[in-house]
C-alpha cells in the first residue's frame, strides 16, 4: 500500500470556506482516507518504504485545478494566429495549418500542455482536439488526469467512422474505473455537426455511458445563425434532439437566453467559462451571474494556447471574478470564493468528475497542490481564498500530486525532461508554421 501524507500545512478541503492551520492529508493508494486538524487518527501502519511524508512548512494545500475544456495540443499555434475574429481565425488560420498535423505532433504539443499546466496547479483537463490516441498517450506519459475526446466535425472525413473509432478508442479505458483517463465523445459544435451526426453521437453516449464534450453558443454570429435556419437557439436545437440527455460539457455558452439558461440547469449540463479565450477572441461575456444565480453547473477552462494563450486556471479564475463585476457595475458578483469553486469542485462536476475528484475529502482521489503563499505580494494573509484569486501567482505552486503521484516537487518535475518536450514540440510548430 502506497501512504503518502502531507503534514504542517494550511488547508483547504474545497467543501466549505473553512481553512485549517497545521493540518494534514493522508492517501493509501491514491485515495484521501483523512484531511483535517492535526493530528490525524490512527491509521494502519504502513512500512517505512511505502511512506511518503511531505513537510508542506505552512504552505497552502487545496484541491488541484480542473481545466474544463482545452484543445492541448494547440500549444504548437500559440502565438501563430493573435488579434483575429473567431470565424476568419479557424477558417483561414487555424483550420489549414491543424490539416497539416500528425499523431507526433499531437504527441509533443500535448506534452508540452501537460507540463505548462501541471507546473500551474492542473491536475485534471478536458480536452477536444485531432489525433486524440497520441493526445491521450502524452497525458498518460505525464501522469495528469484527463477527459479525452477526438474531435468530430461533419465535413472531415466520414463522420460515422470518425464516431466509431472515438467509440472504439474509448471503450477499453471504461473497464478500469481507476484509470486516471475518462473518454468522452467530442462533437466539435451545432453548427459544423450536422443533425444525423449529433444524434448518433447521442446513441452511442448513451449506449456506452460517455460524456459529450461540445462547443455550444460560443458567438453571436452562431446563435442567429441556428435561428434562422432552425427557428431556435443552438442549446434548443441540442434539447431538441437528445443530446442533452446525456452527461454533456457545454464550452464557452456565452450567448444564451433566460430559456436557455433554464434548459442548461435544469439538464445539469456542465457550462464552461473561458473568459481569457472569449476576450481575446471578442466572443463575448458569459452571463455568469445569471447562471450561478440558477443553479447551474460551471466550471472554467482555458480554450486552446492559440486562442488564450496560456493554460492558467488561476489566470482564469481571476479574470471571472473580475470581469463580471466591471460590466454589471456590481463588485459583489462572483466572489474571489465562487471562483474558487469553479476552479476546482466546479470544474470537477462541470466534466462529470465529482464523485472522484475536486475536493479534498475521505474517498476522492489525491489530486492536489501546494502554493506557497510566503512572498510579498501575498502577505499579509486575510482571507486566504481571496488572495489566490486576487493576489497569487500560478508560479506560486511549488508542488502537484494526482492520484498520489508526486508529478512536480518544489517546482521540479519528477518523471518527465522539460527541455526535451520543450525542444521536441518547438521543432514541430515550425515545421506547421512555415510556409
Not at 431556435?232 to 439558461?261: F, K, N, S, Y
Not at 497542490?369 to 488572495?387: A, E, Y
Request: hydrophobic fraction near 45%; glycine fraction near 10%; charge should be negative.
Amino acid at each position: 500500500m502506497r501512504v503518502l501524507r502531507v503534514e504542517n500545512a494550511l488547508l483547504w478541503t474545497g467543501v466549505d470556506d473553512e481553512v485549517i492551520s497545521g493540518a494534514t492529508l493522508e492517501a493509501h493508494d491514491g485515495q484521501i482516507v483523512y484531511a483535517g486538524p492535526s493530528p490525524a487518527p490512527a491509521r494502519h501502519a504502513a512500512p517505512a518504504d511505502e511512506l511518503e511524508v511531505i513537510d508542506a512548512g505552512g504552505q497552502f494545500l487545496m484541491p488541484g485545478f480542473v481545466n474544463a475544456h482545452t484543445h492541448l495540443a494547440m500549444t504548437l499555434l500559440r502565438g501563430y494566429a493573435d488579434d483575429m475574429p473567431l470565424k476568419p481565425w479557424l477558417e483561414e488560420k487555424i483550420w489549414p495549418t491543424e490539416a497539416k498535423l500528425n499523431g507526433d505532433d499531437v504527441y509533443w504539443g500535448a506534452l508540452l500542455g501537460a507540463v505548462e499546466m501541471l507546473r500551474c496547479g492542473v491536475t485534471c483537463f478536458c480536452d477536444m482536439y485531432h489525433f486524440f490516441a497520441e493526445g491521450t498517450q502524452a497525458a498518460v506519459d505525464a501522469g495528469i488526469r484527463a477527459l479525452p475526446s477526438g474531435v468530430l466535425l461533419g465535413f472531415a472525413g466520414d463522420p460515422m467512422e470518425n464516431l466509431k473509432k472515438a467509440v472504439d478508442f474509448a471503450l477499453p479505458f471504461l473497464e478500469d474505473e481507476n484509470s486516471l483517463v475518462v473518454p468522452m465523445l467530442g462533437p466539435h459544435a451545432p453548427y459544423t455537426c450536422p443533425d444525423p451526426l449529433l444524434e448518433k453521437v447521442a446513441a452511442a453516449a448513451h449506449e456506452h455511458g460517455l460524456g459529450v464534450h461540445i462547443h455550444l453558443s460560443e458567438t453571436e454570429h452562431e446563435v442567429q445563425e441556428s435561428l434562422q435556419t432552425r427557428g431556435v437557439t443552438p442549446v434548443r436545437h441540442l434539447a431538441r434532439i437528445g443530446l442533452l440527455q446525456c452527461q454533456v460539457t457545454a464550452a464557452h455558452c456565452v450567448h444564451l437566453t433566460g430559456e436557455d439558461i433554464e434548459i442548461l440547469t435544469e439538464k445539469n449540463v456542465g457550462v464552461v467559462h473561458c473568459p481569457g479565450s472569449n476576450m481575446k477572441l471578442a466572443s463575448g461575456f458569459q452571463p455568469l451571474p445569471s447562471l450561478l444565480a440558477a443553479g447551474a453547473t460551471v466550471g472554467l477552462g482555458t480554450d486552446g494556447a492559440a486562442s488564450n494563450n496560456n493554460l492558467d486556471l488561476l489566470e482564469e479564475a481571476r479574470l471571472a471574478a473580475l470581469i463580471h463585476k466591471g460590466y454589471t457595475g456590481d463588485p459583489t458578483v462572483v466572489s474571489a470564493h465562487e471562483a474558487m469553486h469553479l476552479a476546482t469542485c466546479g470544474g470537477a462536476e462541470a466534466v462529470g468528475l465529482g464523485d472522484r475528484i475536486g475536493t479534498l475529502e475521505p474517498g476522492k482521489r489525491a489530486d492536489f497542490i501546494l502554493v506557497d503563499l510566503s512572498g510579498p505580494h501575498t502577505q499579509p494573509l486575510f482571507d486566504v481564498l481571496s488572495q489566490m484569486v486576487y493576489d497569487a501567482r500560478s508560479s506560486d505552486v511549488t508542488t502537484t500530486v494526482v492520484d498520489g503521484n508526486i508529478l512536480v516537487r518544489d517546482g521540479e518535475f519528477t518523471r518527465l525532461e522539460v527541455a526535451e518536450v520543450v525542444a521536441k514540440a518547438t521543432e514541430c510548430a515550425q515545421r506547421l508554421t512555415q510556409a
